[in-house]
C-alpha cells in the first residue's frame, strides 16, 4: 500500500512530507515503484495539505483581513468561507488538471504517458507550496511563502524521474509544465471570481495585464537556478547549508536616514528549522506623522528557490480606485510595488542576488520614498556580500 493511500495513517503522511522536501530524488524513486489510484492520492495526499493554505487563509482573512502589497480588506464571515471553499476547490482542480498536462507533454519531452505517474508528479510536488500557504495565516510573515518556490525543484527531479524523459530535457519539461500552469492559474482565478463576488469579495481589476509565454521564461537562468537549487537542497539534506547572515552585520545596512525619515528603532533576529535559517534586520523610520518600515532579510538556503523567479520574467500590473499593484522586473531584479493613493500605504520589495530581500512598507509616505529607502540599503553591497 502506497504510503498515502486511503486508510493509511497520520504518521505516513508526515514522513512523506518530510521525506519528498528533505530527499527529493531518493523519495521519487520510492514514489516512482509505489502502487496509487488517482482517487487514494487526492483523498490521502492532495485533501489534507491542500486545506493548509484554505484554513491558514480563511483565519488570517477574518482577522487580518484578504489582499497584498498593503492593500487589504476583511470580509463577512460568509465571504471568508466562500472563499476559501473556492480557493480549494480550485486548488483540487489545478492539480487534476496538471496531471493531465504532464502526462500529455512527456511524448514532446521523450518520455512515456502514464496517467498515474503524471498524478504522483502533480500531487507530490505541491507539497511545498502547499505547507507555505501556511504563512497566509499572518500577513507580516507572508514573505515566507517564497518557500513554497521549492516546488518548482520537486518538479524538476520528479518529471524525467517519473515520466521516463532524458534528464536533458528536464529544465524544458519542467518550464513548460509552469508555463501552462500559470496561464491555468489564471483561467481559474477568472471562473472562480463570480463565485468570489457572491460572498462580497470582489477581487477584479478596472485594468490589468498578465503577460505569460514562452518569451517569457530564460531557460538558461532556469537552467542555472536549477543547479543552484540542487546543490542547495543537497547542503539542507546533509546538514552543512550555509549560515545566514549575522543579524547584526544585517543591521549596518540599514542607514540611520532615508528620505528626511529619521531611524527610531531597529530590531534584530535570526532561526532556522530542517537545515534552513535565516536572519533579518528591521528599522523604523519617521518624519512627523508618517512612518517606513525598512527591512533587509536573508533567506539562507531558501534564496535559492527564491531565485527561481528570476528565471520566469512574468510582469504583472492591475489598477482600481486609486490602488495599484505591480511585479516585474526592475535592473534585473524582481521587485513587487504597491500603493493606495487614499490611505497613503504602500509597498516596495526586491529580491538581491537571489538570497536577500529588501522592503520597504510606509504608513503615509510616498512610494518614491520607499523606492528611496529600499535603494539606501545598497543592493550592489548585498549582491557582492551574496557571492563572498
Request: glycine content about 12%.
Amino acid at each position: 500500500m502506497s504510503a498515502v493511500e486511503p486508510g493509511s495513517a497520520t504518521s505516513g503522511l508526515v514522513d512523506r512530507v518530510k521525506s519528498i522536501l528533505m530527499k527529493p530524488s531518493a523519495t521519487w524513486e520510492v514514489i516512482e515503484a509505489e502502487p496509487a489510484t488517482v482517487a487514494g492520492l487526492f483523498k490521502g495526499y492532495v485533501v489534507p495539505l491542500s486545506l493548509i493554505p484554505a484554513v491558514a487563509g480563511l483565519i488570517g482573512g477574518l482577522v487580518f483581513g484578504y489582499g497584498g502589497f498593503g492593500l487589504t480588506f476583511k470580509p463577512s464571515i460568509l465571504g471568508a468561507l466562500i472563499s476559501a471553499a473556492v480557493s480549494f476547490g480550485g486548488g483540487l482542480l489545478a492539480v487534476y488538471l496538471m496531471s493531465l498536462i504532464i502526462d500529455g507533454l512527456a511524448p514532446t519531452f521523450e518520455g512515456e504517458r502514464n496517467r498515474i505517474q503524471a498524478m504522483k508528479v502533480a500531487a507530490y510536488s505541491g507539497t511545498a507550496g502547499w505547507l507555505a500557504g501556511i504563512f497566509a495565516i499572518y500577513p507580516p510573515i507572508s514573505v515566507l511563502s517564497l518557500l513554497g518556490l521549492y516546488s518548482f525543484y520537486l518538479l524538476y527531479k520528479g518529471l524525467p524521474r517519473l515520466m521516463k524523459a532524458p534528464e536533458t530535457k528536464a529544465t524544458a519539461y519542467t518550464a513548460s509544465v509552469v508555463i501552462i500552469a500559470i496561464v491555468l492559474g489564471v483561467i481559474i482565478a477568472a471562473l472562480t471570481s463570480p463565485l468570489q463576488r457572491l460572498g462580497g469579495i470582489d477581487r477584479s481589476v478596472a485594468a490589468g495585464t498578465v503577460n505569460v509565454g514562452g518569451k517569457s521564461v530564460d531557460l538558461a537562468e532556469l537552467e542555472a537556478q536549477s543547479k543552484r537549487l540542487e546543490a542547495a537542497a543537497k547542503q539542507i539534506e546533509s546538514g552543512k547549508a550555509p549560515e545566514a547572515v549575522a543579524p547584526d552585520v544585517l543591521k549596518a545596512y540599514l542607514p540611520d536616514g532615508v528620505a528626511g525619515y529619521a531611524r527610531t528603532e531597529v530590531t534584530t533576529g535570526s532561526g532556522g528549522a530542517a537545515g534552513m535559517n535565516g536572519s533579518q534586520a528591521e528599522g523604523v523610520y519617521t518624519k512627523g506623522d508618517a512612518k517606513i518600515r525598512l527591512s533587509v532579510t536573508d533567506l539562507g538556503a531558501a534564496g535559492a528557490l527564491a531565485g527561481l523567479a528570476n528565471a520566469f520574467n512574468v510582469q504583472s500590473s492591475s489598477e482600481k480606485d486609486g490602488k495599484y499593484e505591480k511585479v516585474g522586473k526592475v535592473d534585473g531584479r524582481m521587485t513587487q510595488e504597491s500603493y493606495d493613493s487614499a490611505s497613503k500605504h504602500g509597498q516596495y520589495s526586491v529580491l538581491v542576488g537571489d538570497r536577500f530581500m529588501v522592503a520597504a512598507e510606509g504608513e503615509g509616505a510616498s512610494i518614491d520614498e520607499l523606492k528611496a529607502a529600499t535603494a539606501a540599503v545598497g543592493p550592489a553591497k548585498l549582491e557582492a556580500l551574496s557571492k563572498g
